[in-house]
């Protein structure tokens, strides 16, 4: 008797778990998706952005141009006057030239890697200024997940869930309405 009652609980648990199960698995989770990169090139905060990265891009390109000239001239006057210029005079041409050749590596490299901290910065801070949008967007329509199609690896998704247009609304609306 005991026996039997035992396996009466145990059937009643197990299908209980069973229902439950089913319960669960017919539990649909609503997704969304972001392009991330569409945000930054057609917001008006990334326009400015990408602006700003040109501008200090072309700088420093209209910089290096400059010392590339310089090298170019030194270059010259050394090959064109060397049967006429003293040694010292050659000796000092070739410093300058080894010293242009020098800064120029420097400014190459700093420039660089300047410009990779100010990207960081520029898309950290809009990074940080489109989450609470972003998750704000989640909650108003109720989704589990928002993928940033960047990121995500997908191959296929369905416009519908598409969220990157009402995120540049929103984001563009929160710039103006700080101003």
């Known amino acids: 008797m005991l026996r039997r009652s035992t396996s009466k609980v145990f059937f009643l648990m197990l299908s209980i778990i069973i229902l439950v199960s089913f319960g669960f698995a017919q539990q649909t989770i609503k997704i969304g998706v972001v392009n991330s990169r569409e945000v930054l090139e057609k917001s008006a905060e990334g326009k400015s952005a990408m602006e700003q ?11 290096l141009a400059k010392m590339d000239e310089d090298i170019r001239n030194l270059e010259t006057k050394l090959t064109t006057q060397r049967m ?17 050749r020098t800064d120029r590596k420097r400014f190459a490299e700093d420039s660089y890697r300047e410009m990779q901290d100010f990207t960081s910065r520029l898309f950290a801070k809009i990074q940080g200024e489109l989450l609470p949008i972003i998750e704000g967007i989640g909650k108003d329509m109720n989704l589990d997940v928002i993928f940033d199609l960047q990121n995500s690896g997908a191959i296929y998704f369905n416009p519908a869930i598409d969220l990157t247009s009402e995120v540049i609304k929103r984001y563009d609306a929160s710039k103006t309405t700080k101003k």
Do not use: Y
Request: glycine share 0%; charged share 30%; hydrophobic share 25%.
């Open 53 to 63: 990265l040109q501008k200090k891009d072309s700088s420093n390109q209209s910089k």
């Open 84 to 100: 006429t210029l003293s040694n010292e005079a050659i000796i000092q041409l070739n410093s300058d030239l080894e010293k242009k």
